[in-house]
């Protein structure tokens, strides 16, 4: 690493680990970083951090980090040349393709492309050149549901309403946790100040959640709710706003549906939601009229509603109910963000697609596409399943998805079975050791760093650029080049035409990720080209404001801003009506769901101190109590004759992991709770400290089967699972035989 311009200085960048986009105020000596804080002048975070934003100098200086690319050989992993390990990588999926056809190669792309701009910008035309229909990422196991509904109601999957978490009077949560994860699809740094914000101004919180979280903690109520029945619960509460009245305001010129909506929430009551939810019809009644009443109000529901087999039917529901109360593209309401760069609105190549749906299917299940991929939870079956199409080689890249997505032991079975696998991660882990070739990036802190996404999901309109600290060693690639590196080497072996390979390649390298963004900056609703006045943005002009910009609250924008036929909203898209029956079959009016007697539903969770699966080789994250626990509710605990510290089995359909219990009330009885993004003990992984606090994978137990009927999204929220003591195991006691009810 060579030494940034200054023996000490101060850099002031943005934390890319999360959404909240919290400022940084870093100081260097040569080329070490000596403190990391909140920049208090950051218009945006004003000051406020986490504790994981130190963990971006332990990640720069880890000495697990790979700083080279590598091979895997019967003797260990090898090092190898950028050239021979980007050659050698082309050439075999190259071959692959040629001898089973294009789908034969797949690729997974992970959760933290979305905070590398140049990756974001770069990837496209890599995907491109690998020409194949199994493309998958992190977006079905996480947001999918959004897209879809934003998909079907606004015609652009990427136009998300954010909530006006500054300006409502009052905010119903359901299935996220800001105070743990910072806020997701609301990025709003500081987010714990904010919500207390709203209390302070005499507005409420509410929280609907099957544990008691920081969050619900700090709200003003909380309501269990039984995992997977939130469809129902939305429903209920939209039957009684209906029959108050809708008030759809300025939105009742462009909205169509509504008529449709009325007769689809008709048998939807309170009373019936109950049954299920375990949520009082009295209160149902009670929070709706609430909801319609106060001045301005925005319902919000993130991962805990969008991982459940009716995730698309939730956040379309979500949005209905902003719409009928008047609050959507409202102040205080649900809005939407207008960042710099526009991903939605502007020059084609700048822009990301409106989405889509159905266009292709997954070979073996048959699962639709959205958005050109196809469900991860389909990944496992298409390596393990023969036959023409079967999946050969894969490529995996800022991903991890041993770990993070469904029946992760069907997926390392299916990872160690390939032909050819090459991951593109800094890391030796649970995914990437199966790999043959690993090409591992520059650092966090050797790239510059725009939010090319988050900046569009934010809760005010804010941009900023950040210089790299560090200049990377000499031969280091980012992730954008080696993208870039390996598109050139497909086409060049494909021979294709110099118009379609060599010279766009040339243009990208020239142009680059910040070219990019800088013609992206100049076109966008605050350019240069649109405002030519001293304030038009450009790169250079951002650059020279290191604590970024604030660019005003959000504000109202439709229907311009509507991507629909005629810019109309859809209140009641036909592939999303058509799902409400398989609603009604699940919860039929009378008798609760079939969960099988002895059965627990089981859900995940965060802690501040983790980030998906891979930051635990960070010691000062893993310090401390360990985090991979099973919560049990007392009752459950005593009946399945469980206590605290001991171990418990946990088995699935598809597996089971073994997991210290917590017995606590923060869980609602019958529900069982484990944090996602450990299970770090398998064999030949490189990470030292992650391994010496290695936990178990709580996606060993989810199911690859279980998924959204629309969207394809994997359903991780109330898992069925039986948990027994481990001593027991071994004797004939069975769970439901030391009841005690
Ligand atoms: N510290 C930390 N921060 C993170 C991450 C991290 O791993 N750690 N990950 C980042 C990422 S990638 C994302 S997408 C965001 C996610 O951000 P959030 O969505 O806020 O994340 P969670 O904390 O998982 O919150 C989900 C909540 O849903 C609840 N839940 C589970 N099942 C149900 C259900 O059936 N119904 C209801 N109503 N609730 C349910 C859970 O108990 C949990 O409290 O966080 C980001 N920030
Ligand atoms: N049961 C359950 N499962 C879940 C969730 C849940 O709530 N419950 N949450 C889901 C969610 S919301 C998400 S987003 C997914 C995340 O799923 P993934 O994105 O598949 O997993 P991560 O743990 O984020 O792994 C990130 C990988 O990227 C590597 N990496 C880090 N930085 C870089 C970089 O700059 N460049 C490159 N090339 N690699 C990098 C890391 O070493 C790691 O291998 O997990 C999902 N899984
Ligand atoms: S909240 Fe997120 S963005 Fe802010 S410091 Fe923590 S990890 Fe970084
Ligand atoms: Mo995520």
């Known amino acids: 690493m060579s030494p940034s311009p200054s023996p000490s200085a101060v850099h002031f960048r943005t934390c890319n680990l999360c959404e909240a986009m919290c400022g940084l105020r870093i100081e260097t000596a040569g080329d070490r970083v000596t403190s990391i804080r909140g920049d208090d002048e950051d218009p945006f975070s004003q000051g406020h951090i986490c504790p994981k934003a130190v963990a971006l100098q332990d990640l720069h200086e880890d000495p697990d980090r790979l700083r080279h690319p590598v091979r895997r050989t019967a003797s260990g992993w090898q090092p190898l040349s950028w050239k021979e390990a980007l050659d050698e990588t082309a050439k075999r999926l190259h071959a692959v393709q040629k001898q089973h056809g294009r789908d034969a190669v797949g690729v997974y792309v992970g959760n933290p492309t979305v905070h590398n701009h140049g990756a974001m910008l770069l990837l496209p035309f890599f995907m491109k050149a690998l020409r194949t229909r199994n493309k998958f990422s ?64 005499g507005g409420k919180v509410v929280v609907v959640d ?32 209906l029959q108050a009245g809708p008030k759809l305001g300025r939105l009742a010129d462009f909205t169509d549906g509504l008529v449709h909506v009325k007769e689809l929430a008709r048998d939807f009551t309170p009373e019936r939601a109950a049954v299920h939810t375990g949520i009082p019809a009295d209160t149902t009644r009670r929070l709706a009229l609430e909801l319609a009443a106060s001045s301005s109000a925005v319902c919000y529901g993130r991962v805990g509603v969008s991982t459940q087999p009716f995730g698309a039917l939730c956040q379309w529901l979500i949005n209905v109910i902003n719409v009928v109360t008047g609050n959507m593209d409202r102040e205080g309401g649900a809005m939407f963000t207008l960042p710099a760069f526009d991903l939605i609105k502007g020059p084609r190549a700048m822009t990301a697609g409106r989405g ?20 991860v939870s389909a990944l496992g079956e298409e390596m393990l399943t023969p036959g023409e199409g079967q999946i050969r080689a894969m490529v995996t890249s800022a991903g991890n998805p041993v770990v993070s997505t469904p029946n992760g032991r069907q997926l390392d079975q299916a990872f160690g079975s390939l032909d050819f696998m090459v991951s593109i991660d800094p890391y030796i882990n649970e995914t990437t050791r199966h790999a043959h070739i690993i090409l591992p990036p520059v650092t966090q802190l050797e790239r510059g760093h725009f939010d090319l996404v988050f900046n569009a999901f934010a809760v ?9 600290l560090f200049t990377p060693p000499p031969g280091s690639l980012h992730d954008w080049e080696i993208f870039l590196e390996l598109k050139h080497r497909l086409d060049t072996l494909r021979g294709e035409p110099l118009t379609r390979g060599e010279l766009p390649y040339r243009a990208l390298k020239a142009l680059g990720p910040e070219g990019i963004l800088d013609l992206g900056l100049r076109a966008g609703p605050y ?10 943005l450009s790169l250079a002009r951002l650059e020279a404001q290191p604590h970024g910009v604030d660019l005003g609250p959000l504000q109202p924008c439709l229907p311009e801003r509507l991507v629909t036929r005629g810019r109309r909203l859809q209140l009641a898209p036909e592939p999303l009506v058509a799902d409400v029956d398989r609603l009604r079959q699940a919860f039929p009016a009378a008798a609760p769901a079939s969960v099988s007697e002895d059965a627990l539903l089981l859900i995940g969770r965060r802690h501040v101190r983790d980030n998906n699966s891979w930051m635990h080789n960070v010691p000062r994250l893993v310090s401390g109590k360990p985090r991979c626990t099973l919560m049990v509710h007392p009752d459950d605990a005593r009946r399945l004759g469980l206590e605290e510290g001991q171990e418990a089995l946990v088995t699935s359909r598809v597996g089971e992991v073994k997991a210290p219990v917590n017995v606590t009330d923060e869980v609602m009885p019958g529900v069982v709770s484990l944090p996602h993004g450990y299970g770090h003990g398998r064999q030949g992984i490189q990470m030292q400290v992650a391994g010496a606090h290695a936990g178990v994978s709580i996606n060993d137990v989810t199911d690859d089967q279980v998924l959204d009927a629309i969207g394809g999204n994997a359903a991780f929220s109330g898992i069925q699972v039986r948990v027994q003591p481990v001593q027991s195991m071994s004797t004939t006691v069975q769970p439901r035989q030391s009841a005690i009810e």
């Open 138 to 201: 992190a977006t079905s196991v996480d947001q999918l549901p959004h897209h879809v509904a934003s998909y079907l109601m606004f015609g652009h999957q990427l136009l998300i309403p954010i909530p006006d978490i500054d300006r409502t009077r009052f905010m119903l949560i359901l299935g996220a946790n800001p105070l743990a994860s910072n806020g997701s699809l609301m990025t709003a740094p500081g987010v714990r100040g904010r919500l207390k914000a709203i209390q302070q101004r």
């Open 210 to 241: 099957p544990r008691r979280t920081e969050t619900a903690r700090i709200a003003d109520e909380h309501l269990f709710i039984r995992p997977g029945t939130d469809a129902l619960w939305l429903f209920s509460l939209l039957h009684v706003l």
């Open 356 to 375: 889509s749906m159905g266009r292709w299917k997954s070979r073996v299940r048959g699962l639709a596409e959205f958005g050109g991929e196809l469900p």
């Open 460 to 468: 005010r309109n804010t941009v900023k650029y950040s210089r790299p």
């Open 527 to 536: 350019g240069m080209r649109l405002r030519p006045w001293r304030r038009g």
